[in-house]
């Protein structure tokens, strides 16, 4: 996308009023159906996004080569149940639903957002099947995706023509120097930090030297200054089933001034230099 374009967005992120970690209302868009064929899916998901931002949407649809998305809905049909959508998390399959991930993402606040300013270089760490990244660039900003290697995800991503690395984070580990450093370093809905889980059911976490590590490393070898840290952390899941946030993560970032949403377990922070938690 030109300059010009950016900065237009970025008057119109103005004229609205969004700020960053605004509370904003968020569309229904439905169950993530990635089987139904994408002119039609097209059509359903389009009606659902917020007029403002349907040029947006309609400039990530066109990354979409048609044939090769039909190809990859016959190949990962059998993995994705139409009937029984809560068992479908863990599928690959939903990375092929490209308009419903993209509306997702781009009417949350980590979408809105970059109407704010003038183009960034931004990573995206878990980045999945890139659509968040499709979004970046159509915004006019700079992306790098990291993930682990999962084919759906990679042949998503490589449709949508984005840079998408294949990288696993383990704890107290840096991340790799030759992707160079960022404006916005961007980690939403993460599970890097889920170790393992125990025999009685109980998942095993990073504890507070592993984060302490990846925060020291991120902003102090892999960030431009100023610059911003956005962090949504999946929720800890107990052994009853239920989830509850990561209350002593979230407690840490916020002594050190980040911003935190509790309800959604998600963290701003601004960056001026090398930053831990200790």
């Not at 999962?150 to 840096?174: N, W």
Request: charge should be neutral; include cysteine; glycine fraction near 10%.
């Amino acid at each position: 996308m030109p300059y010009k374009k950016s900065i237009l967005l970025h008057r119109l992120g103005q004229f609205f009023g969004v700020r960053r970690g605004a509370q904003v209302a968020v569309a229904d868009l439905g169950a993530c159906s990635p089987l139904i064929p994408f002119d039609e899916r097209v059509v359903q998901i389009r009606k659902r996004v917020d007029a403002r931002h349907v040029e947006i949407f309609d400039g990530v649809m066109k990354r979409v080569d048609r044939a090769e998305l039909e190809r990859l809905q016959r190949a990962y049909r059998d993995e994705f149940d139409a009937a029984k959508p809560l068992q479908n998390e863990g599928s690959g399959a939903k990375y092929l639903d490209i308009p419903y991930w993209t509306a997702d993402k781009l009417q949350r606040d980590y979408g809105r957002d970059l109407l704010h300013g003038p183009p960034l270089r931004i990573l995206d760490i878990g980045c999945g099947g890139g659509h968040f990244g499709a979004l970046c660039e159509e915004l006019g900003h700079e992306y790098v995706g990291i993930d682990l290697a999962y084919d759906v995800a990679d042949k998503v991503s490589a449709m949508l023509g984005l840079d998408r690395r294949i990288y696993r984070l383990e704890p107290q580990q840096t991340l790799p120097e030759s992707i160079g450093r960022f404006d916005l370093v961007s980690a939403l809905a993460i599970k890097f930090h889920h170790i393992d889980t125990s025999p009685g059911g109980e998942q095993i976490l990073w504890t507070d030297e592993d984060w302490d590590f990846f925060l020291r490393d991120v902003t102090g070898n892999r960030m431009f200054y100023p610059g911003t840290l956005h962090l949504q952390v999946n929720q800890r899941k107990l052994p009853s089933g239920k989830k509850a946030p990561l209350g002593d993560v979230l407690d840490r970032f916020e002594a050190i001034g980040a911003r935190v949403s509790w309800p959604r377990s998600e963290i701003w922070l601004d960056v001026d230099g090398k930053t831990g938690l200790k």
